[in-house]
Protein backbone atom coordinates (compact mmCIF):
# COMPACT_ATOMS: atom_id res chain seq x y z
CA UNK A 1 0.00 0.00 0.00
CA UNK A 2 1.85 2.73 -1.03
CA UNK A 3 0.62 6.52 -1.21
CA UNK A 4 1.83 9.45 -2.76
CA UNK A 5 2.46 12.62 -0.65
CA UNK A 6 2.83 15.81 -1.86
CA UNK A 7 5.77 17.37 -0.71
CA UNK A 8 4.71 20.61 1.08
CA UNK A 9 6.32 24.00 0.13
CA UNK A 10 8.87 25.11 -2.84
CA UNK A 11 12.32 23.47 -1.94
CA UNK A 12 14.66 22.41 -4.84
CA UNK A 13 15.45 18.52 -4.96
CA UNK A 14 18.80 18.53 -3.57
CA UNK A 15 17.55 20.10 -0.45
CA UNK A 16 14.91 17.73 -0.27
CA UNK A 17 17.03 15.19 -0.37
CA UNK A 18 18.85 16.69 2.36
CA UNK A 19 15.85 16.94 4.26
CA UNK A 20 15.23 13.62 3.78
CA UNK A 21 18.44 12.06 5.17
CA UNK A 22 18.26 14.53 8.20
CA UNK A 23 15.20 12.86 9.23
CA UNK A 24 16.63 9.21 8.78
CA UNK A 25 19.72 9.87 10.68
CA UNK A 26 18.15 11.78 13.86
CA UNK A 27 15.62 9.05 13.86
CA UNK A 28 18.82 6.40 13.48
CA UNK A 29 17.10 4.82 10.24
CA UNK A 30 18.93 3.65 7.44
CA UNK A 31 19.05 5.77 4.19
CA UNK A 32 20.43 4.99 0.63
CA UNK A 33 20.77 7.27 -2.42
CA UNK A 34 22.21 6.60 -5.69
CA UNK A 35 21.94 7.69 -9.33
CA UNK A 36 22.13 5.06 -12.26
CA UNK A 37 24.85 4.88 -14.98
CA UNK A 38 24.28 7.38 -17.68
CA UNK A 39 21.20 8.90 -15.53
CA UNK A 40 20.40 12.13 -14.19
CA UNK A 41 18.03 11.30 -11.61
CA UNK A 42 19.11 10.58 -7.62
CA UNK A 43 17.08 8.36 -5.83
CA UNK A 44 16.66 7.59 -2.21
CA UNK A 45 15.52 4.80 -0.09
CA UNK A 46 14.28 5.26 3.47
CA UNK A 47 13.19 2.56 5.98
CA UNK A 48 11.38 3.51 8.64
CA UNK A 49 13.15 0.22 10.87
CA UNK A 50 16.53 -0.44 11.16
CA UNK A 51 16.16 -3.74 12.53
CA UNK A 52 13.73 -4.87 9.22
CA UNK A 53 16.61 -4.21 7.33
CA UNK A 54 18.75 -6.83 8.46
CA UNK A 55 18.21 -9.67 6.65
CA UNK A 56 20.54 -12.88 5.88
CA UNK A 57 18.93 -13.44 2.35
CA UNK A 58 20.29 -12.39 -0.70
CA UNK A 59 17.35 -10.53 -2.32
CA UNK A 60 15.02 -12.39 -5.04
CA UNK A 61 14.90 -10.35 -8.03
CA UNK A 62 11.48 -11.29 -9.35
CA UNK A 63 8.84 -8.50 -9.89
CA UNK A 64 6.58 -9.95 -6.53
CA UNK A 65 9.57 -9.90 -4.69
CA UNK A 66 9.70 -6.74 -1.60
CA UNK A 67 10.82 -3.33 -3.18
CA UNK A 68 14.02 -1.76 -1.04
CA UNK A 69 17.92 -1.17 -1.41
CA UNK A 70 20.55 -4.02 -0.95
CA UNK A 71 23.51 -3.74 0.89
CA UNK A 72 25.55 -6.66 0.99
CA UNK A 73 29.30 -7.10 2.47
CA UNK A 74 31.64 -9.46 0.57
CA UNK A 75 31.65 -11.93 3.41
CA UNK A 76 28.41 -12.11 5.34
CA UNK A 77 29.50 -12.51 9.32
CA UNK A 78 27.73 -10.68 12.06
CA UNK A 79 30.35 -7.79 11.91
CA UNK A 80 29.13 -6.89 8.72
CA UNK A 81 25.59 -7.54 8.17
CA UNK A 82 23.67 -8.35 5.35
CA UNK A 83 21.01 -5.21 4.70
CA UNK A 84 17.97 -4.87 2.50
CA UNK A 85 16.72 -1.29 3.39
CA UNK A 86 12.39 -1.76 2.93
CA UNK A 87 11.46 0.90 0.48
CA UNK A 88 9.10 2.67 3.10
CA UNK A 89 9.78 6.34 1.57
CA UNK A 90 10.90 6.69 -1.83
CA UNK A 91 12.09 9.89 -3.45
CA UNK A 92 12.98 10.57 -6.90
CA UNK A 93 14.74 14.22 -8.02
CA UNK A 94 12.77 13.74 -11.20
CA UNK A 95 9.66 14.52 -9.14
CA UNK A 96 11.21 16.52 -6.43
CA UNK A 97 7.12 17.07 -5.82
CA UNK A 98 6.24 13.75 -4.58
CA UNK A 99 7.33 11.31 -2.05
CA UNK A 100 6.07 7.18 -2.17
CA UNK A 101 5.34 6.66 1.10
CA UNK A 102 4.65 2.38 2.48
CA UNK A 103 1.71 3.00 4.94
CA UNK A 104 1.85 -1.25 5.26
CA UNK A 105 5.62 -0.54 6.85
CA UNK A 106 6.30 -2.02 10.71
CA UNK A 107 5.83 1.61 12.35
CA UNK A 108 5.07 3.30 9.65
CA UNK A 109 2.11 5.41 10.88
CA UNK A 110 4.15 6.98 13.30
CA UNK A 111 6.59 7.41 11.22
CA UNK A 112 5.20 8.85 8.01
CA UNK A 113 3.60 11.24 10.68
CA UNK A 114 6.63 12.36 11.74
CA UNK A 115 7.99 12.74 8.54
CA UNK A 116 5.33 15.01 7.65
CA UNK A 117 6.07 17.11 10.12
CA UNK A 118 9.36 17.19 9.67
CA UNK A 119 9.01 18.24 6.36
CA UNK A 120 6.81 20.81 7.19
CA UNK A 121 8.84 22.61 9.76
CA UNK A 122 12.27 22.00 8.07
CA UNK A 123 11.07 23.82 4.84
CA UNK A 124 11.07 26.91 6.24
CA UNK A 125 14.59 26.58 8.65
CA UNK A 126 18.28 26.09 7.56
CA UNK A 127 19.44 22.46 6.59
CA UNK A 128 20.45 21.02 9.89
CA UNK A 129 23.84 19.28 10.14
CA UNK A 130 24.30 15.32 9.25
CA UNK A 131 25.27 13.04 11.67
CA UNK A 132 25.95 10.11 9.76
CA UNK A 133 26.05 6.24 11.02
CA UNK A 134 29.13 5.09 11.71
CA UNK A 135 30.93 1.48 10.90
CA UNK A 136 31.00 -0.10 14.96
CA UNK A 137 33.68 -2.19 13.23
CA UNK A 138 37.60 -0.93 14.17
CA UNK A 139 38.95 0.95 11.47
CA UNK A 140 40.71 -1.93 9.29
CA UNK A 141 44.70 -2.51 9.08
CA UNK A 142 46.21 -0.51 6.44
CA UNK A 143 48.93 -2.71 4.34
CA UNK A 144 51.79 -0.16 3.27
CA UNK A 145 53.68 -1.08 -0.28
CA UNK A 146 56.00 -3.60 1.88
CA UNK A 147 53.33 -5.94 3.26
CA UNK A 148 50.82 -5.33 0.01
CA UNK A 149 53.68 -6.43 -2.09
CA UNK A 150 54.32 -9.58 -0.05
CA UNK A 151 50.97 -10.64 -0.60
CA UNK A 152 50.75 -10.13 -4.05
CA UNK A 153 54.31 -12.97 -3.95
CA UNK A 154 52.47 -15.15 -1.48
CA UNK A 155 49.76 -14.61 -4.27
CA UNK A 156 51.72 -15.41 -7.18
CA UNK A 157 53.06 -18.19 -5.19
CA UNK A 158 49.62 -19.76 -4.67
CA UNK A 159 49.20 -19.96 -8.34
CA UNK A 160 52.29 -21.33 -9.17
CA UNK A 161 51.62 -24.36 -6.74
CA UNK A 162 48.28 -24.63 -8.83
CA UNK A 163 46.16 -23.77 -5.17
CA UNK A 164 44.50 -21.01 -7.12
CA UNK A 165 44.20 -19.91 -10.90
CA UNK A 166 43.81 -16.31 -10.39
CA UNK A 167 43.57 -14.46 -6.84
CA UNK A 168 41.87 -10.54 -6.18
CA UNK A 169 44.00 -8.99 -3.76
CA UNK A 170 42.96 -5.99 -1.76
CA UNK A 171 43.72 -3.13 0.61
CA UNK A 172 42.35 -0.14 2.43
CA UNK A 173 43.85 3.14 2.72
CA UNK A 174 43.36 6.25 4.42
CA UNK A 175 42.92 9.90 3.75
CA UNK A 176 41.71 12.45 5.94
CA UNK A 177 37.90 14.13 5.33
CA UNK A 178 39.20 17.81 4.01
CA UNK A 179 37.47 21.25 6.05
CA UNK A 180 33.76 21.48 5.78
CA UNK A 181 33.50 18.14 3.99
CA UNK A 182 29.68 17.47 3.30
CA UNK A 183 28.76 13.97 2.07
CA UNK A 184 25.64 14.63 0.72
CA UNK A 185 27.66 17.29 -1.72
CA UNK A 186 30.49 14.51 -1.75
CA UNK A 187 27.85 11.99 -2.98
CA UNK A 188 26.34 14.76 -5.76
CA UNK A 189 29.82 15.69 -6.84
CA UNK A 190 30.24 11.64 -7.59
CA UNK A 191 27.33 11.68 -9.45
CA UNK A 192 28.99 15.13 -12.06
CA UNK A 193 32.26 13.96 -12.46
CA UNK A 194 30.82 9.72 -13.25
CA UNK A 195 28.47 10.07 -15.72
CA UNK A 196 28.66 6.10 -16.54
CA UNK A 197 29.34 4.67 -13.01
CA UNK A 198 26.50 3.59 -10.27
CA UNK A 199 26.99 6.15 -7.52
CA UNK A 200 25.90 5.80 -4.22
CA UNK A 201 26.08 6.85 -0.86
CA UNK A 202 24.52 4.35 1.93
CA UNK A 203 23.82 5.18 5.55
CA UNK A 204 22.97 2.58 7.58
CA UNK A 205 23.38 0.97 11.46
CA UNK A 206 25.49 -1.29 11.85
CA UNK A 207 26.80 -0.45 8.39
CA UNK A 208 28.18 2.66 8.84
CA UNK A 209 28.63 5.18 5.83
CA UNK A 210 29.70 4.40 2.08
CA UNK A 211 29.81 6.54 -0.90
CA UNK A 212 31.70 5.02 -4.38
CA UNK A 213 31.05 5.51 -8.24
CA UNK A 214 31.09 1.68 -9.45
CA UNK A 215 31.56 0.66 -12.88
CA UNK A 216 30.81 -2.98 -13.04
CA UNK A 217 26.95 -4.40 -13.17
CA UNK A 218 26.26 -7.98 -11.02
CA UNK A 219 22.76 -8.58 -12.17
CA UNK A 220 20.54 -6.52 -13.33
CA UNK A 221 16.75 -7.21 -14.54
CA UNK A 222 15.04 -4.34 -16.56
CA UNK A 223 11.66 -3.50 -17.23
CA UNK A 224 11.71 -4.63 -20.98
CA UNK A 225 12.39 -8.00 -19.56
CA UNK A 226 16.41 -8.21 -20.10
CA UNK A 227 18.91 -9.87 -17.60
CA UNK A 228 22.32 -8.33 -17.72
CA UNK A 229 25.78 -8.89 -16.29
CA UNK A 230 29.19 -8.32 -17.12
CA UNK A 231 32.87 -9.54 -16.84
CA UNK A 232 34.83 -6.60 -15.93
CA UNK A 233 38.93 -7.05 -15.20
CA UNK A 234 42.37 -6.00 -16.65
CA UNK A 235 43.22 -2.54 -15.37
CA UNK A 236 45.32 0.05 -17.18
CA UNK A 237 45.58 3.72 -16.97
CA UNK A 238 43.89 5.93 -19.18
CA UNK A 239 46.28 7.93 -21.89
CA UNK A 240 45.68 11.55 -22.25
CA UNK A 241 44.50 11.98 -25.80
CA UNK A 242 44.01 8.18 -26.14
CA UNK A 243 40.50 6.78 -27.02
CA UNK A 244 39.74 3.32 -24.70
CA UNK A 245 39.23 1.46 -28.27
CA UNK A 246 43.09 2.26 -28.87
CA UNK A 247 44.41 0.57 -25.85
CA UNK A 248 46.81 -2.48 -26.30
CA UNK A 249 46.44 -5.16 -23.64
CA UNK A 250 49.41 -8.15 -22.18
CA UNK A 251 48.45 -11.12 -22.11
CA UNK A 252 47.96 -11.27 -18.29
CA UNK A 253 44.96 -8.45 -18.30
CA UNK A 254 43.47 -10.86 -21.57
CA UNK A 255 43.92 -13.67 -19.10
CA UNK A 256 42.62 -11.93 -15.97
CA UNK A 257 39.32 -10.92 -18.29
CA UNK A 258 38.81 -14.32 -20.04
CA UNK A 259 38.70 -16.40 -16.25
CA UNK A 260 36.07 -14.05 -15.20
CA UNK A 261 33.60 -14.36 -18.32
CA UNK A 262 34.67 -17.79 -18.48
CA UNK A 263 32.98 -18.04 -14.77
CA UNK A 264 29.44 -15.97 -15.93
CA UNK A 265 29.46 -18.51 -18.32
CA UNK A 266 29.76 -22.13 -16.33
CA UNK A 267 27.24 -20.04 -13.80
CA UNK A 268 24.88 -20.10 -17.03
CA UNK A 269 25.91 -23.83 -17.38
CA UNK A 270 24.79 -24.69 -14.51
CA UNK A 271 21.40 -23.03 -15.02
CA UNK A 272 21.21 -24.82 -17.99
CA UNK A 273 20.74 -21.82 -19.86
CA UNK A 274 22.31 -21.98 -23.30
CA UNK A 275 20.71 -18.96 -25.05
CA UNK A 276 22.51 -15.53 -23.59
CA UNK A 277 23.97 -12.91 -25.84
CA UNK A 278 27.90 -12.37 -25.36
CA UNK A 279 29.42 -8.91 -27.08
CA UNK A 280 33.53 -8.29 -26.44
CA UNK A 281 35.56 -7.78 -24.72
CA UNK A 282 35.69 -4.10 -25.47
CA UNK A 283 38.01 -1.80 -24.14
CA UNK A 284 35.66 0.79 -21.79
CA UNK A 285 37.19 3.76 -19.56
CA UNK A 286 36.22 4.47 -15.66
CA UNK A 287 37.21 7.02 -13.83
CA UNK A 288 41.25 7.95 -15.04
CA UNK A 289 41.48 3.66 -15.83
CA UNK A 290 40.58 1.32 -18.54
CA UNK A 291 39.06 -2.12 -18.24
CA UNK A 292 38.66 -5.05 -20.77
CA UNK A 293 34.50 -5.91 -20.31
CA UNK A 294 32.48 -8.58 -22.16
CA UNK A 295 28.52 -8.05 -21.65
CA UNK A 296 25.99 -11.26 -21.22
CA UNK A 297 22.38 -10.75 -22.27
CA UNK A 298 19.28 -12.78 -21.63
CA UNK A 299 16.49 -11.68 -23.32
CA UNK A 300 13.55 -13.00 -20.52
CA UNK A 301 10.63 -12.86 -23.03
CA UNK A 302 12.14 -15.05 -25.18
CA UNK A 303 13.61 -17.59 -22.72
CA UNK A 304 11.33 -17.67 -20.11
CA UNK A 305 13.26 -18.14 -17.03
CA UNK A 306 11.65 -15.89 -14.39
CA UNK A 307 14.01 -16.60 -11.79
CA UNK A 308 17.14 -15.73 -13.82
CA UNK A 309 17.86 -12.89 -12.23
CA UNK A 310 17.79 -14.15 -8.23
CA UNK A 311 19.66 -17.49 -9.65
CA UNK A 312 22.38 -15.65 -11.23
CA UNK A 313 22.68 -13.73 -8.29
CA UNK A 314 23.50 -16.41 -5.82
CA UNK A 315 26.03 -17.67 -8.22
CA UNK A 316 28.17 -14.71 -8.85
CA UNK A 317 28.54 -13.23 -5.87
CA UNK A 318 31.26 -12.75 -5.00
CA UNK A 319 32.30 -13.04 -8.56
CA UNK A 320 35.94 -13.81 -10.17
CA UNK A 321 36.48 -9.80 -10.61
CA UNK A 322 36.77 -9.37 -6.43
CA UNK A 323 37.40 -13.29 -5.31
CA UNK A 324 39.04 -15.23 -7.87
CA UNK A 325 39.38 -18.85 -9.69
CA UNK A 326 38.32 -21.38 -8.60
CA UNK A 327 36.50 -19.46 -6.40
CA UNK A 328 35.87 -21.41 -2.98
CA UNK A 329 39.92 -21.79 -3.17
CA UNK A 330 40.58 -18.03 -3.61
CA UNK A 331 38.06 -16.78 -1.18
CA UNK A 332 39.91 -19.01 0.64
CA UNK A 333 43.35 -17.17 0.16
CA UNK A 334 41.67 -14.30 0.65
CA UNK A 335 40.33 -15.25 4.29
CA UNK A 336 43.76 -16.33 4.92
CA UNK A 337 46.40 -14.21 3.45
CA UNK A 338 44.75 -10.83 3.12
CA UNK A 339 44.96 -9.72 6.27
CA UNK A 340 42.16 -7.46 6.68
CA UNK A 341 38.12 -6.92 6.83
CA UNK A 342 36.88 -6.17 2.97
CA UNK A 343 33.58 -5.01 4.96
CA UNK A 344 31.17 -3.56 2.23
CA UNK A 345 34.03 -3.30 -0.48
CA UNK A 346 33.63 -5.66 -3.26
CA UNK A 347 30.20 -6.23 -1.73
CA UNK A 348 27.13 -5.44 -4.01
CA UNK A 349 24.44 -2.89 -3.61
CA UNK A 350 22.01 -1.27 -5.46
CA UNK A 351 17.67 -0.82 -5.82
CA UNK A 352 15.20 -3.59 -6.32
CA UNK A 353 11.77 -3.72 -8.00
CA UNK A 354 12.87 0.71 -7.23
CA UNK A 355 10.97 2.88 -8.21
CA UNK A 356 8.43 0.40 -10.07
CA UNK A 357 8.66 -3.39 -10.07
CA UNK A 358 10.21 -5.36 -12.43
CA UNK A 359 13.19 -3.49 -12.29
CA UNK A 360 16.79 -4.69 -10.21
CA UNK A 361 19.54 -2.58 -10.76
CA UNK A 362 22.77 -4.83 -8.28
CA UNK A 363 26.47 -3.53 -8.76
CA UNK A 364 29.74 -4.77 -6.93
CA UNK A 365 30.64 -2.45 -4.70
CA UNK A 366 34.19 -1.14 -5.93
CA UNK A 367 35.73 2.68 -5.82
CA UNK A 368 34.31 3.40 -2.97
CA UNK A 369 34.98 4.19 0.99
CA UNK A 370 33.62 4.26 4.23
CA UNK A 371 32.89 7.46 6.27
CA UNK A 372 34.42 7.86 10.10
CA UNK A 373 34.40 10.91 11.54
CA UNK A 374 37.97 12.52 10.92
CA UNK A 375 38.56 10.26 7.63
CA UNK A 376 37.76 8.08 4.61
CA UNK A 377 38.49 4.85 4.15
CA UNK A 378 39.41 3.76 0.92
CA UNK A 379 39.32 0.56 -1.13
CA UNK A 380 41.07 -0.95 -4.11
CA UNK A 381 42.16 -4.40 -5.24
CA UNK A 382 44.05 -5.93 -8.13
CA UNK A 383 43.71 -9.39 -10.54
CA UNK A 384 46.59 -11.44 -10.19
CA UNK A 385 47.81 -14.13 -11.96
CA UNK A 386 51.15 -15.73 -12.27
CA UNK A 387 52.54 -13.03 -14.54
CA UNK A 388 51.78 -10.39 -11.47
CA UNK A 389 54.35 -7.80 -10.48
CA UNK A 390 54.00 -6.21 -6.76
CA UNK A 391 54.84 -2.85 -7.62
CA UNK A 392 52.54 -2.52 -10.53
CA UNK A 393 50.06 -4.06 -8.36
CA UNK A 394 50.40 -1.19 -6.16
CA UNK A 395 50.36 1.38 -8.55
CA UNK A 396 46.86 0.04 -9.92
CA UNK A 397 45.42 -0.11 -6.59
CA UNK A 398 46.51 3.81 -6.05
CA UNK A 399 44.62 4.62 -9.60
CA UNK A 400 41.74 3.10 -8.30
CA UNK A 401 41.38 4.43 -4.93
CA UNK A 402 41.61 7.99 -6.98
CA UNK A 403 38.29 7.37 -8.54
CA UNK A 404 36.38 8.11 -5.29
CA UNK A 405 39.18 9.58 -3.78
CA UNK A 406 39.04 12.73 -6.21
CA UNK A 407 36.09 14.03 -4.02
CA UNK A 408 38.31 14.31 -0.82
CA UNK A 409 40.56 17.05 -2.28
CA UNK A 410 38.70 19.78 -2.75
C1 LIG B 1 38.78 -5.24 -7.50
C2 LIG B 1 38.67 -4.11 -8.19
O1 LIG B 1 38.45 -4.08 -9.55
C3 LIG B 1 38.09 -5.24 -10.27
C4 LIG B 1 37.29 -4.80 -11.42
C5 LIG B 1 37.91 -4.41 -12.59
C6 LIG B 1 39.28 -4.64 -12.77
C7 LIG B 1 40.00 -5.36 -11.87
C8 LIG B 1 41.45 -5.62 -12.07
O2 LIG B 1 42.00 -5.22 -13.11
O3 LIG B 1 42.10 -6.18 -11.20
C9 LIG B 1 39.35 -5.97 -10.67
O4 LIG B 1 39.06 -7.29 -10.98
C10 LIG B 1 38.72 -2.79 -7.53
O5 LIG B 1 38.49 -1.78 -8.18
O6 LIG B 1 38.98 -2.74 -6.31
Redo the contacts with the bound molecule.
Sequence with gaps: MRRHLTWPGPAAAPERLRQLVAFALQHKLPVALWRLPNTEAVQLCLSFSAEAALTGLTPALEPTAPAGFAFFPFRDTDHNPALFLPADAVFDTEHPELLQVNEAAEGAATLAHALLEWLNSSAEQPAPALSWHVSPQPVPHMAPPEEYAALVRRSVEAIENGEVLKV?S?RAASQPLPPHFDALNAFLELTRRYPTAFCSLVSAPGAGTWLGATP?ILAQVTQDGKFCTMA????QPLQQGHKPSEAIWRQK?IE?QALVARYVVSCFKQLRLRDYQETGPRTVAAGEVL?LRTDFMVDLRKVPFPTLGTDMLRLLHPTS??GGMPRQAALDFIEKHEGYDRAYY?GFLGPVNLPQPGAAHLFVN??CFQLRPTEAIL?????LTIDSDPAREWR?TEL?LRTAGAILHE
Design positions: VSELAGTEEHAVSLRYAGTGEK
